[in-house]
Structure formats: C-alpha cells, structure tokens
C-alpha cells in the first residue's frame, strides 16, 4: 500500500522492504517522552534546530514504524539496515518530520482557513 501524503504518512526502503512510516499524535507524544519535553511545540524546536543524534534518528524512524501500525522497538530500528547509512536514516527522518509538521509552516499553526 503507497503512503498517503495526506495522513502525513511517508515511504521509505528499510532493511530491504519498502515501509510506511506516520508520526500519529501517539507517536509525536511517545517522542516528547523519549526526549523529556512539554509540548508538541518544543518538540518542534528540538527538531527544527537540524542537529539530531543516531539516538534521535532511531527514535524518530522507530515512532514513524509504530504509527504506521509496526511492532518493533527502538533497538530493532538500530539494527536495520538503510541506504546510505545515517545519511540515508536522516532523509527519512526529515520527509516524516516535514509531513508531521507540514511544509514550513511555523510549529504549532496551519494554513489560514477562510
């Protein structure tokens, strides 16, 4: 099944098989327990500043698998093998946090409703 764009869910090859990967509300409030945060906008922050850890690239690659309905655990995540190694691992990241958080738009605000 393609990812839906729409439900903020994107495709990525891990460990030889195409996977789906979500950040759901779940997952974004797993994610500000992991990093011991007080909202959804630190998290934000935290994310936003570009600097992220192999730590933080295997939480946030573990969470999306977990949104999307994958029972595996952070230390399985360590183990997979990505194209491209970290890189490749951050890419990833980076289009799950982008459909997360939307196309730079401000954390915390969506498009102007009429």
């Known amino acids: 099944m393609a990812a839906n764009r729409r439900r903020g869910e994107v495709s990525a090859e891990i ?7 979500c950040l759901t509300l779940g997952a974004l409030a797993e994610l500000e327990d992991a990093f011991a945060l007080d909202d959804i906008a630190a998290l934000a922050e935290r994310f936003g500043s570009g600097r992220l ?17 994958e029972s595996v655990a952070d230390e399985e995540v360590a183990g997979m093998r990505i194209t491209d190694g ?29």
């Open 15 to 21: 460990d030889g098989r195409e996977r789906t990967l």
């Open 86 to 114: 970290a890189a490749g691992a951050a890419r990833i990241c980076g289009k799950l946090l982008r459909a997360a958080f939307g196309e730079g738009e401000p954390a915390g605000e969506g498009p102007a409703r009429p």
């Open 53 to 69: 850890s192999a730590r933080d690239l295997t939480r946030i690659l573990g969470a999306g698998l977990r949104g999307a309905g």
